[in-house]
């Protein structure tokens, strides 16, 4: 072997662990039936419990390889028995990941959760937040995922200083309960339910939140709850710099909140979001290591094992091409001030077919190279249609 030959397979041996140890987590909520405001339509052998959610989600990792927490929901996931819910997700070869409150949900939250004007409400909301720490706690997880649904429809309708004062007086009291080593992801999301204001609209708003409260608080990067047109990658530098970025919940859009299979719409913004992660990490930025790379998205009309799936391969496909980018090429494009060479370091990363390069990754993983035709000939998705008896579920309309 000559040199040339040696520092390319030593090279390529490095970019393929890279892609090993790159881990994604699943949502429970994408394996079950949900959908549109309109209509939910049930899929044949969708999940229906937390035992259920976990089993699909380890035939994820089992074609991937790279799955191996599910996020889970409280109390859609609620159970009794955490330590035998550990138990049987380790049995799967799964661990559970973040643990998520829901704020959003109950009668008394119609005005806001952690930052309704009535302090019982308040209460009642943060309560169950604590009660999230010690289920996360009990299943050995440590993360905290927090999103809020609430702000206000009108202007006037309540004091938007209040509301603000209300929230960090509530966050505080969230995180004076964290136990060490446990992380608070704050996520943002511009709008929806709310329709005028949003009590965190945005990554700054939940980065001064952030950093009121402590290094445990981070942000959380949703990349489908931005206004159109907003520069996420540059968002990601943003808190990779303030060592803030909590991790990510990935799924696609064109219109709003859409929750579409990850990368299906932006290909090239996913690719520039791990280019900026990964130039950062070359850089040795502290906070890279400690991303939680996680998928948010809920399938309406989808096949959700299959989609959850190919989220993952879209997703390492991005990642992929992004440790491709020749970084010395890019710097020094971009210190000659050339303008649009480092646009072709880009491209060349991004154009590149890394197909053969995921499909080597896999094979030495034990894996078959091609994991949504390894699903389907797996005979899962039928096996739990026939089993799993349908429930039935509503839409947010009444008789819709
Ligand atoms: C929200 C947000 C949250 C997720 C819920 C189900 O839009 O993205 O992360 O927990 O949906
Ligand atoms: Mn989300
Ligand atoms: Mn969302």
Not at 56 to 61: E, G, S, T
Not at 80 to 105: C, E, M, T
Not at 324 to 339: C, P
């Amino acid at each position: 072997m000559n040199d040339q030959l040696r520092n390319q397979t030593i090279a390529m041996d490095a970019v393929v662990g890279k892609i090993q140890q790159f881990t994604i987590e699943t949502p429970s909520w994408g394996y079950g039936d949900s959908g549109t405001r309109f209509k939910v339509f049930h899929w044949p052998g969708a999940a229906r419990t937390l035992r259920e959610k976990l089993a699909d989600a380890a035939q994820v990792n089992a074609v991937t390889g790279v799955c191996p927490s599910v996020a889970i929901h409280i109390p859609w996931d609620l159970e009794d028995d955490w330590r035998s819910v550990k138990d049987y997700a380790h049995g799967l070869g799964l661990r559970i990941g973040s643990v998520n409150p829901n704020l959003f949900q109950e009668e008394s939250y119609r005005l806001g959760s952690l930052c309704h004007t009535d302090k019982h409400v308040r209460q009642r909301a943060i309560d169950h937040v604590l009660e999230c720490i010690q289920i996360a706690q009990a299943v050995d997880s440590d993360i905290l995922s927090l999103w809020l649904a609430e702000g206000t429809n009108y202007p006037g309708q309540d004091s938007l200083r209040g509301r603000r004062h209300r929230l960090l007086e509530s966050l505080q009291a969230i995180y004076a309960a964290l136990p060490a080593g446990m992380r608070l992801l704050i996520e943002y999301k511009f709008f929806e339910p709310a329709f005028y204001s949003t009590d965190l609209p945005d990554w700054g708003t939940s980065l001064l939140m952030a950093q009121k409260l402590g290094p445990q608080a981070q942000v959380l990067v949703d990349t489908g709850h931005h206004p159109q047109g907003t520069n996420i990658p540059q968002i990601v530098t943003q808190l990779l710099d303030e060592d803030r970025l909590g991790g990510f919940h990935f799924n696609d859009r064109k219109y709003a909140d859409d929750d579409l299979i990850v990368g299906s719409l932006n290909p090239f913004e996913l690719f520039c979001i791990f280019n900026e992660i990964i130039d950062a990490g070359a850089e040795e930025n502290p906070n890279v290591g400690r991303i939680a790379y996680m998928i948010d998205q809920s399938h309406n009309i989808e096949p959700k094992i299959e989609a959850m799936v190919q989220s993952v391969l879209n997703i390492q496909t991005a990642y992929a091409k992004a440790l491709l980018v020749d970084r010395v090429a890019l710097r020094s494009s971009q210190e000659a001030s050339d303008v649009l060479e480092g646009y072709r370091v880009l491209q060349a990363a991004y154009e590149t077919d890394v197909r053969p390069l995921l499909a080597e990754v896999r094979a030495r993983q034990g894996l078959d190279p091609d994991p949504i035709t390894a699903l389907r000939n797996s005979g899962y998705a039928d096996r739990v249609a026939r089993e799993r008896v349908a429930v039935a579920t509503a839409s947010g309309y009444p008789g819709a």
